[in-house]
């Protein structure tokens, strides 16, 4: 809602995630394997110490030594909300304000800082991160170091991929599982050489995920995320 100034569940909570939303996809271009990870994720600005969520940060790897290393950020774009004399303003960016910082040799990490918050903004904003990396899925946190609403994530994988797919963490998340297809082409002809695969689809949902927060006793809170992981077991 426009006119909330705290979050009931969490009265202290310096801003919460309305939604936080990742689908990711096996896409085969010619019998070459790439995953897309598609992330939409919501923020509601609470208080002062809250606008530090504006601050996007995205690692990626990035490595043209190595054939299998190389990932990019496509089509980012976000949207801060803000309510000015009884109407709301959209402010919107794109792609322009992301700037990239190489760590080390194999990683890089994109930096947005989403203009015009303040408490009470939401922000929203989405992108996809494209990678040639087929055979390693990336951790998904359903929980944050701030509440979270509502978390889904959905990831699809073709059956000759035999991945361990598993959900920890104390915070239980709804799960399920089906079967589909995918269909990819086999040679340059758009018309010929058509075939196709049937994949696996893993569907997780969270609701009121309660914040794992920072403490100086814990060595890394994010050990305590509930978290979905996929490890591939074998082709």
Same mark, same amino acid.
């Given at each position: 809602?426009?006119?909330?100034?705290?979050?009931?569940?969490?009265?202290?909570?310096?801003?919460?995630?309305?939604?936080?939303?990742?689908?990711?996809? /096996?896409?085969?271009?010619?019998?070459?394997?790439?995953?897309?990870?598609?992330?939409? $994720?919501?923020?509601?600005?609470? $208080? &002062?110490? @809250?606008?530090?969520?504006?601050?996007?940060?995205?690692?990626?790897? /990035?490595? +043209?030594?190595? &054939? /299998?290393?190389?990932?990019?950020? &496509?089509?980012?774009?976000?949207?801060? /909300?803000?309510?000015?004399?009884?109407?709301?303003? $959209?402010?919107?960016? @794109? *792609?322009?304000?992301?700037?990239?910082?190489?760590?080390?040799?194999?990683?890089? #990490?994109?930096?947005?800082?989403? +203009?015009?918050?303040?408490? @009470?903004?939401?922000?929203?904003?989405?992108?996809?991160?494209? %990678?040639?990396?087929?055979?390693?899925?990336?951790?998904?946190?359903?929980?944050?170091?701030? +509440? #979270?609403?509502?978390?889904?994530? &959905?990831?699809?994988?073709?059956?000759?991929?035999?991945?361990?797919?598993?959900?920890? @963490?104390?915070?239980?998340?709804? %799960?399920? #599982?089906?079967?589909?297809?995918?269909?990819?082409?086999? %040679?340059?002809?758009?018309?010929?050489?058509?075939?196709?695969?049937?994949?696996?689809?893993?569907?997780?949902?969270?609701?009121?995920?309660?914040?794992? *927060? *920072?403490?100086?006793?814990?060595?890394?809170? *994010?050990?305590?995320?509930?978290?979905?992981?996929?490890?591939?077991?074998?082709?």
């Amino acid at each position: 809602r426009d006119d909330m100034t705290v979050y009931e569940k969490d009265p202290e909570a310096s801003a919460v995630v309305l939604c936080h939303l990742t689908t990711v996809k /096996y896409q085969v271009d010619f019998l070459n394997y790439l995953v897309d990870y598609d992330v939409k $994720k919501r923020i509601k600005v609470l $208080k &002062e110490e @809250g606008r530090e969520y504006a601050n996007i940060t995205i690692p990626y790897i /990035y490595n +043209p030594e190595d &054939e /299998y290393g190389l990932e990019q950020i &496509e089509d980012f774009k976000a949207t801060v /909300y803000n309510v000015e004399n009884g109407k709301v303003v $959209k402010t919107k960016i @794109g *792609k322009e304000r992301v700037f990239t910082e190489r760590i080390n040799e194999d990683y890089m #990490v994109a930096k947005v800082a989403i +203009p015009q918050v303040k408490v @009470g903004s939401v922000i929203e904003y989405e992108y996809r991160l494209h %990678s040639n990396i087929f055979f390693h899925i990336y951790d998904w946190n359903a929980t944050d170091e701030i +509440p #979270v609403a509502f978390a889904k994530y &959905e990831l699809t994988i073709p059956v000759i991929f035999i991945y361990n797919v598993e959900t920890t @963490g104390l915070q239980p998340l709804a %799960s399920q #599982v089906k079967q589909g297809t995918i269909q990819f082409k086999t %040679s340059t002809n758009d018309l010929q050489n058509l075939s196709s695969c049937h994949t696996n689809i893993y569907t997780c949902v969270g609701r009121d995920l309660q914040a794992v *927060k *920072k403490d100086r006793l814990v060595w890394n809170e *994010k050990d305590y995320y509930t978290k979905v992981t996929a490890e591939l077991k074998g082709i």
